[in-house]
């Protein structure tokens, strides 16, 4: 007996129907990145594992899928290598190449490989698929669609504050309600060295970026893990714990990182972020939130956020000001910043809110009936004249009962019927139906596809 056909664990696949609500999410996102100048570009599935590793933190490094080399991928380890067993070993030596975990990397990676033909501030925007050997669970997938929109070359923070806006836009444009969450890596370091642990910001940043998930006691036990003192933890209670307004918790933030020159710098950053933002007429709310880490240790400056707040999900977006990555790849001293949209979860979230408009699920607008080849003749120049109009238009293959074609637009949620029979042809018109309404008229080819339109 043949195997039942499966898809790997953490992927899906999508219907016609959720391609059309994709696509919406798509074409909502790109039409706001175009209002602010962004270009696109795309980048191959594979990078190298040079290019790959070594940028997402000891855990990211775990999570990269490797691909095997090509061809006899054995030829050049022993048998002494193999019985040893050592994975990390034989999958430095069986692959070279493994699938992205981001589109970020690569991006910084396409920047250094294509500078002599970019003009800076370059703005790009790029929607590809990316791959995490994670554990699936709802809302986290092992492959999954990103939406990046970056900046490079420009440290200036107007750019911060135009993708915080474009985060506004494009939440208000799908109808979700949004907390905008932001920190800055350098108040994250300030505090690091003001409780005596700067050699351990690393450690800090990746258990507390954990807070919401496991909570204050396991995030303290990881901290204790990672040989933080008790001292050190209990400094760190009452800054990770605090809230207020904006400008109440950078005020306390303030008086506490007074003494580190690092801390103060991300506090004025942040500072002039939101008092900015508080001028452009933000449609959703945006926090101060000093347990934001973003566990990515290429971030240097501003990180961000966004969760809906009607729908119990993860976060929705994130990102963050990265001073050094293209220093990694040989061009030190290009800075970028950028966000992430999160597309399965936005799928998820919109889904979940039954937020999609009508025209979103739609695809055909109008379908003719088939009553044989005479008429079928007569429809085919009109069916093309509506297409010419921009009018989705099927004709139904099959001259068949018209109970079987009816159900078929019910099937496709078709709003309008199109019927053609020896009547209409005589007279030069269409019946147009209305499969809503119910509501049936007989009309000229013109008339009909401007009703339809």
């Given amino acids: 007996m043949a195997n039942k056909p499966s898809i790997p664990k953490g992927t899906r696949d999508f219907s016609p129907v959720e391609m059309a609500k994709r696509n919406y999410i798509f074409d909502t996102i790109r039409s706001v990145y175009a209002l602010y100048g962004f270009q696109q570009i795309e980048t191959p599935a ?10 997402y933190g000891e855990e990211g490094d775990k999570l990269l899928f490797k691909v095997l080399n090509s061809g006899d991928y054995l030829n050049k380890i022993s048998d002494s290598e193999l019985q040893e067993r ?27 490989m294509h500078r002599d033909e970019l003009h800076l501030p370059f703005k790009r925007y790029q929607v590809q698929p990316v791959w995490r050997a994670d554990r699936p669970q709802k809302g986290r997938y092992r492959e999954f669609y990103q939406f990046d929109g970056d900046i490079v070359g420009s440290d200036s923070l107007l750019n911060e ?18 907390a905008i969450k932001i920190n800055n890596r350098k108040i994250l370091t300030g505090i690091s060295e003001i409780i005596g642990a700067a050699d351990k910001i690393v450690d800090i940043t990746v258990a507390i970026d954990k807070l919401d998930k496991i909570g204050i006691d396991a995030v303290n036990e990881e901290l204790v893990s990672h040989g933080l003192s008790q001292s050190a933890i209990d400094q760190l209670q009452p ?11 950078l005020q306390v933030i303030s008086e506490v990182l007074k003494d580190s020159e690092i801390g103060m710098k991300g506090v004025e950053e942040t500072r002039f972020i939101l008092d900015v933002l508080k001028n452009v007429g933000m449609k959703n709310d945006i926090q101060l939130d000093l347990t934001l880490a973003r ?20 976060s929705i977006l994130g990102g963050g000001r990265y001073d050094n990555l293209t220093g990694i790849f040989g061009m030190p001293g290009i800075s970028g910043v950028g966000i992430s949209f999160g597309i399965d979860r936005i799928f998820d979230v919109l889904n979940a809110l039954d937020a999609y408009p009508t025209e979103a699920a739609s695809g055909t607008k109008l379908l003719f009936i088939n009553f044989g080849e005479k008429e079928t003749l007569y429809c085919l120049p009109i069916v093309a004249k509506a297409r010419e109009a921009g009018v989705n238009t099927e004709i139904f293959p099959d001259s068949v009962k018209m109970k079987k074609q009816m159900t078929y637009a019910n099937a496709k949620n078709i709003p309008f019927v199109a019927l053609a029979g020896e009547n209409e042809i005589k007279e030069g018109k269409i019946t147009l139906k209305d499969m809503v309404t119910g509501q049936q008229r007989c009309l000229s080819p013109e008339e009909l596809i401007e009703i339809v339109k």
């Avoid at 594979?46 to 940028?55: A, F, P």
């Avoid at 990515?296 to 993860?314: H, M, P, R, S």
């Fill in 86 to 112: 050592n994975t990390l070993h034989l999958a430095s030596k069986l692959c070279e190449k493994g699938l992205r975990y981001d589109l970020t990397v690569p991006f910084a990676r396409y920047v250094v």
């Fill in 295 to 314: 566990g990515l240790n290429y971030y240097t400056g501003a990180i961000f956020e966004a969760k809906a707040l009607d729908v119990q999900i993860g």
């Fill in 46 to 55: 594979m990078e190298t594992l040079h290019t790959l590793m070594g940028k």
């Fill in 239 to 249: 800054i990770i714990s605090l809230s207020g307004s904006n400008d109440e918790k």
């Fill in 161 to 178: 504050i135009e993708l915080m806006q474009i985060v506004d836009m494009v939440f208000s444009r799908f109808g979700v309600r949004v």
